[in-house]
T-cell receptor
């Protein structure tokens, strides 16, 4: 079945640590890939998106993601996290409206 | 510009009842999608409406239905509620009819079924 997998359910990091959240999808066609973030008490909002072109995309707040077609992956990265990055992160394949189950990130000051 | 609004924000119902949730998209947005969010399941897609037509549908039973009005406002109805329907129901709107556009999410309606 087509799906989006986020293998890390809960991640706890100290401030200034590097972050990488995994996202793998199973869909054979062209994909429109998104990362959304949900800060505590706030709406889901877009971090970044990929349709085509440069596989390394940059989003808001210093986040970036790399599309690796051969690995069906779209991992989210940030070189140095801040306490304010504490949130839940969702990967999505939007041409099929598939969202992953989310990764809860806690950053310890 | 006002964001996506959803009413009511909280609902408590009992098994067997039905419920209607409402979503007002951002002005000018013509696509409205609905999702069910539960802990451990993430967001699961219910359906998407564009110009009053259901264009995409997720894998939910027929108890879940929706519609969109000419002003792009949308409603979602769940009949014969079950305990497992307890969840946060999110509505999202986007500008155009393609899937390259960002979806803007509302705050959700928290439904509790007793």
């Amino acid at each position: 079945a087509q799906s989006v997998s986020q293998h890390n359910h809960h991640v706890i990091l100290s401030e200034a640590a590097s972050l990488e959240l995994g996202c793998n999808y199973s869909y054979g066609g062209t994909v429109n890939l998104f990362w959304y973030v949900q800060y505590p008490g706030q709406h889901l909002q877009l971090l970044l998106k990929y349709f085509s072109g440069d596989p390394l995309v940059k989003g808001i707040k210093g986040f970036e993601a790399e599309f690796i077609k051969s690995k069906f992956s779209f991992n989210l990265r940030k070189p140095s996290v801040q306490w304010s990055d504490t949130a839940e992160y969702f990967c999505a394949v939007m041409n099929q409206f598939y969202f992953g189950t989310g990764t809860s990130l806690t950053v310890i000051p | 510009k006002a964001g996506v609004t959803q009413t009511p924000r909280y609902l408590i119902k009992t098994r067997g009842q039905q419920v209607t949730l409402s979503c007002s998209p951002i002005s000018g947005h013509r696509s409205v999608s609905w999702y069910q969010q539960t802990p451990g399941q993430g967001l699961q897609f219910l359906f998407e409406y564009f110009s009053e037509t259901q264009r995409n549908k997720g894998n939910f039973p027929g108890r879940f239905s929706g519609r969109q009005f000419s002003n792009s406002r949308s409603e979602m109805n769940v009949s014969t509620l079950e305990l497992g329907d307890s969840a946060l129901y999110l509505c999202a709107s986007s500008l155009a009819g393609d899937l390259y556009n960002e979806q803007f999410f509302g705050p959700g309606t928290r439904l509790t079924v007793l």
